[in-house]
């Protein structure tokens, strides 16, 4: 690289960091460092509130520093013009091999597909084993790592299984110990909620399923996802504010985890059992922190409109003169107060979330509201003054048949009727807008034994909804792209022998190129229906709700029968026993 475009880019770090706020930059010296990477563009990394919580607690001990790298931005990627430059950090500008720690923190699978040239532009070997004791040790954290971190597990050397708040002070404390690298890894593994995949092997079949996950000698047979049984007393928030990020005009502020709803497709609402809520006092005062920066606050949680106490917490809002932002609300809990408050604060878009337009098929997903609950919500919203819609929907979901798909084309007909003669009323026409994504069966849920749909029947159902909601005025669809939905039904799905993948798909190589480039089959893993008793790879991680009781559901959702929500006595699951 030239010596120009080092310092072009080196001022694009300085200037980037300069402009942030909320935190001052860490200094160096007799520390432990750690390099804390999301292996995406700055945008979406500062976007990530469990990102900017592990920043701010390493840089808040007095015995550790933490500074961020971020994969170069599309038009540095190009103006490098195919040279590689060492990453460097954001705060300081240091290399990735500088540091005693690299934390990745990963939330989306496809996000994988960028290591490969993480570790290169950081001058480090990407697989484990050929890294030594000069080598940073690598651990990998976010909730890819507690739903099957096997895709990458030739790749770090520790899986952080579970959340920062309780596995964080553990692993620091056993870092510091000191000891040389294979000494560390074996404490860390004999610690709850730390996978470290060299301390398993696993054996095959013949036909590629897994046989067995071993453990070596003196580790347990299974790795225990560690969680926060009370929030309160903890920070999770916006602690950095920057212009540039998807939240840049707010703060964020978790005020639940977790959800007791039981949706069967949704992965978070199992792994992060059991639901827990904030205090609203306790929310004030990060607030109170969040004010100095931004004068709105962005509600975080797997449904807002169930938090127990939201008329409370809404009123501390209305108290400090700020407004609010969901990202979407459940069809089932929206009520004309919370509407009320959220067109005060200058909503006039609301989202929500039918995913699948028959009853059937929404009892198959445990999604327990009708048809008229649905286009209730729907006139409340208009009437209100909401002018512009956005409905999520899944296809390919299990036991799903044309029918289904022509139900849902009535229902976006009915709710596009409705939608428009109260924007006639209000005199403006706003948007309605469909997001359809293909259905990816997720590890930790009921669906965990189905197969991802056939792309040709993927195609054809979007091509039918497409053919109709395309003749509605001020109606448009937006699909997730069907190859982007398979690689990640594979990274979700694959075991530990899809890392050799991951090179060819980083040079741009599409799946089945890299697939057969590594040696691999991706129908084996992305669409293949799974039996009864057949072992997954992601099952060296015991996530708490016990196998039992997602394939009592699994049957329960082929038969259509719903569940309720779960309850203060509720045991069903076994994360509460």
Known sequence: MSAMTFDFLDKKRRARRNAEAGMPAPSWGGRLAVALVYPNTYFHGMSNLG??????????????????????????????????????????????????????????????????????????????AERGERHPLVVCGGVTAFLNPEPVAEIMDIFAVGEGEVLLPVMIEALLEGGGR??????????????????????????????????????????????????????SRSFLFCRDSEFASMGLLEISR???????????????????ERNPQGLAAEMDAILPFRNKFGLVSAAVSDYSRLPELIQAIHQRQASFSVSSVRIDSLDRELLSRLIDCGHRTLTLAPEAGSARLRNVINKGFDESGILDCVA????????????????????????????????????????????????????????????????????????????????????????????????????????????????????????????????GENLRQACREAGVDANFHIHRQREKDEIFPWEVIDSGVTRQYLWDEYEK??????????????????VCL
Not at 80 to 92: F, I, N, R, V
Not at 258 to 276: E, I, N, S
């Open 51 to 128: 990102f900017q919580f592990v920043h701010h607690f390493l840089n808040s001990r007095q015995g550790t520093l933490c500074e961020r790298f971020f994969l170069p931005d599309p038009q540095d990627a190009a103006l490098a013009a195919g040279k590689k430059p060492a990453l460097a950090a954001l705060e300081s500008g240091r290399p990735l091999a500088d540091f005693d720690l690299i934390c990745f923190s990963i939330s989306f699978e496809n996000d994988y597909i960028n290591l490969p040239r993480i570790f290169d532009l950081g001058r480090i070997p990407l697989f484990a």
């Open 182 to 235: 294979e000494d560390i890894l074996r404490r860390l593994a004999l610690l709850p909620g730390f996978y470290v995949p060299r301390c398993y092997r696993v054996i095959y079949r013949e036909d590629g399923r897994v046989a067995a996950c071993q453990p070596l000698a003196g580790f347990p047979q299974r790795v225990r996802r560690q969680w926060l049984s009370d929030l309160d007393g903890t920070s």
């Open 258 to 276: 977790g959800c007791g709803r039981g949706c069967r497709f949704c992965a978070a609402g199992h792994v992060y059992l059991p639901h827990r």
């Open 380 to 507: 409340m919203a208009t009437a209100a003054g909401i002018v512009n819609l956005k409905l999520y929907f899944l296809i390919g979901l299990p036991t799903e048949r044309e029918e289904d798909i022509e139900e849902l084309n009535l229902l976006v007909e009915k709710i596009h009727a409705l939608w428009l003669a109260e924007s006639k009323t209000l005199g403006r026409l706003g948007n309605l807008s469909l997001s359809v994504n293909p259905f990816i069966p997720k590890p930790f849920t009921p669906f965990q034994w189905a197969g991802m749909a056939p792309l040709s029947i993927l195609k054809a159902r979007s091509k039918a909804i497409r053919t109709r909601v395309g003749k509605l005025a001020g109606a448009e669809v937006h699909f997730e792209s069907l190859r982007a939905a398979q690689l990640q039904a594979f990274l979700s799905r694959a075991d530990r022998r899809a890392a050799r993948a991951l090179i060819p798909l980083s040079r």
């Open 557 to 574: 959702g082929l038969r259509g029968e719903l569940s309720g929500p779960c309850s203060e006595k509720c045991r069903r699951c076994g």
